[in-house]
Structure formats: structure tokens, C-alpha cells
């Protein structure tokens, strides 16, 4: 293939790419909730297929599995919403010491750096306007998209019973979409898609359960009343990787601060949750998801911010196992493979000392210093 071909195929890449991410964008009122729906329908595909083992019609098992994940999320659901309303019941006072919380840093700050209070506080909305102009279209956007969600809410369990019930009749479009492939290399394809995503799903879902339990443990400790809530609740937002504890501590330390009588309580919270979050993603995930959903972290942050911006909150929460999914399509084929292997995780021997030594070898590639080196010697 000469250059001019090698350029023309470049470009139809990129303006395929690019037509791409504009259908998704505009098409994301129907999208979001399917790829949403794919991923609980191969999270539900085990139980269905278990429910036809048991010699059960395909549609009433497909049924059966949408109705135990809508219990499922339904209770979730109930549970925080209970515990809100117990929590906004219970008098703490929390006007009160709000208001006591908050002179007490107007007091420290005009003491620290020897301003009024009305000097304080018109430097504060200065510096905080720069922030949220900036911060407000981002936050806009963000739950803008997940309201969309929420109002075609109901087409997600209308998508995975019909992805349960018609999986054979997808499974065999592929077959012949890609007629010319052999079925071989399609079946284990579909079949690497379908075991990353359920690694992945089966993986968070056992990493929460454990992150639960520490952050209530902590909350425990410290004496925070409805330790179990704040627990639980921020394990969830781990949907929201990298990010989520971080995020999720955030309610506690205001509730500690609100409900005790030092502002020590509130700083235990956060720095026991960093430290959650430091065992979460070093130890934790790494060894039980391992390395099934092999993205490096580069990569994850870059689908992350891409995510966010494409789809909002829900793309922050697809972002990961689509990311992972799309590695898997780019390795099944030969032209794409090294598009694959730079989402990959690096190799051993790329963090060693001499890695370049061990790349080149690797490759049989010399360094343009060398072989200048060698025609001088000759």
C-alpha cells in the first residue's frame, strides 16, 4: 500500500470516527439505556440460563430474570430513599451547629489572614464565581443526562428482555454481518465480550460489597450515627471509579461535622475513606477483577473524561467496561491489534530499568545512535 493509499484510509478512519461520536451524542436519549440494558442483560444472562436449565420456556425466563433485577434495584433504591427520610425525621439540631460551624471559620479565616468579614467574604465570591462558572455547564450537563436516563427509564427492562430473549437470533446477525470471517474466531470474540463484561460487572459488585463493610467498620469506630447508610451508600458510587469514595465521603464528613462536638470526627471520615479508596484500588479491585478487564490506567482516566463528556454521568459509568469491550474488538483484529495493545495494560518488562534495551530486542530494532556508530566503523 503506497502513502497517498495509507492517507486516504486514514481519513476515512477519522471521519468514520467522527460520525460516529456525533450519532452517539445526538442519539443518546435511545442509546444510553441500551448500552445500560446490555450490560444487566449479560449480568442476568447466568440466571436465565439457569431458569431454562431448569426446563422453563426462553420467555418466561427471560421475564423472571427482569423482574429479579427490578426487585434488586428497586430495593436499593427503597433503602436509601427509607433512610433519607429517617435521617431529615431525626432532630440533630443540624441548623443550629451549621450556623455555629460556619462562624467559627469566618472567625479563624479574619484572625489567619487579618481580613473583614465583608472583605472575606467578597474574596470568597470572587475566587468561587471563577470556579462555578466554570464547573456549573460540566454539572449541568452531567445531570442533565442522567434526568434523560431516568425519564426513558422504563425502555431498559424492555431492552434486556428482549437482548435475553432473541441472544441466539443476535448472536447469528454477527455470523452473517461478518460472512466472511471464520465463525471460529466470531464465536470466541463474542464469547471474550461476553466474559470481560461479566467479569468486570460480577467483579464490582463483589469489590462494593467489601468497600461496604470497610467503610462502615470505620464509621463505626468514629461513633457516626447511620454508619451502615453512609457505608453502603458510597460503596455504590464506585460506579463512578476513581472518583466515587472520594465523592461518597463527602455526606458523612458534613453529617460528623453537623453531629459531633469536634471537626476531628469529620477529618477521620475523610482520611479513613482515602484510605479505603487507597486498598480499593491498589489490592482490592487488581485481585479480584484482576487482570480480566486489563485497561491501563491511562487509558481508563482518558475513557473517563471522553465518558463524561459524550454521555455525562451515565458515560462516567459506562466508560470502563465499553472501554474494555472495544480492546477486544480492536485485538480480534490484525489492523486494529496495536490500537488494542495501547488500551492494554503494560507488560512486565515495560516498567523494568532497561525496558527500551528489552523493547528493541524484542523487536530487533537498533538505535539510530548505534547503527551511525557501526557505519563510522565500517
Known sequence: ???????????????????????????????????????????????????????????AAAIISVIIAIAVIAGLIYFIINQVIIIGHTDFNLHDKFLVIVDTIQNWVTTTFNLEPGEMWLRAKDQSSAVLSKATAYITRAFGSAGSTLASIILVPLYVFFLLYYRDFFREFFFRAFASTPKQKIQHTLNTIYGVVQNYLLGLVTVMAIVAVLNTGGLYVLGIQYAWFFGTLASLLLLIPYIGIAIGSLLP?????????????????IGWFQVVQFFEGNFITPNIVGGKVSINP?????????????????????????????????????????????????????????????????????????TEKEELEK
Do not use: C
Request: charged content about 15%.
Open 1 to 59: 500500500m503506497n502513502e497517498k493509499s495509507r492517507s486516504i484510509e486514514l481519513a476515512a478512519n477519522l471521519l468514520s470516527l467522527v460520525l460516529i461520536v456525533t450519532i452517539l451524542y445526538y442519539l443518546q436519549s435511545v442509546i444510553v439505556p441500551l448500552l445500560f440494558a446490555i450490560l444487566i442483560a449479560i449480568s442476568l444472562f447466568p440466571i436465565a440460563r439457569q431458569l431454562e436449565n431448569w426446563r422453563l420456556p426462553k420467555v
Open 253 to 269: 464528613a458534613l453529617f460528623a461535622l453537623a453531629t459531633k462536638d469536634s471537626a476531628w470526627y469529620a477529618v477521620g471520615v
Open 298 to 370: 491511562l487509558m481508563a482516566i482518558i475513557s473517563l473524561l471522553l465518558g463524561g463528556l459524550l454521555f455525562g454521568l451515565s458515560g462516567l459509568i459506562l466508560a470502563l467496561p465499553f472501554t474494555a469491550v472495544l480492546k477486544v474488538i480492536l485485538e480480534s483484529n490484525p489492523a486494529s491489534q496495536p490500537f488494542g495493545f495501547l488500551i492494554g495494560e503494560p507488560k512486565e518488562y515495560h516498567l523494568k530499568r532497561f525496558s527500551n534495551k528489552i523493547v528493541l530486542k524484542r523487536w530487533k530494532a537498533k538505535s539510530k545512535v548505534k
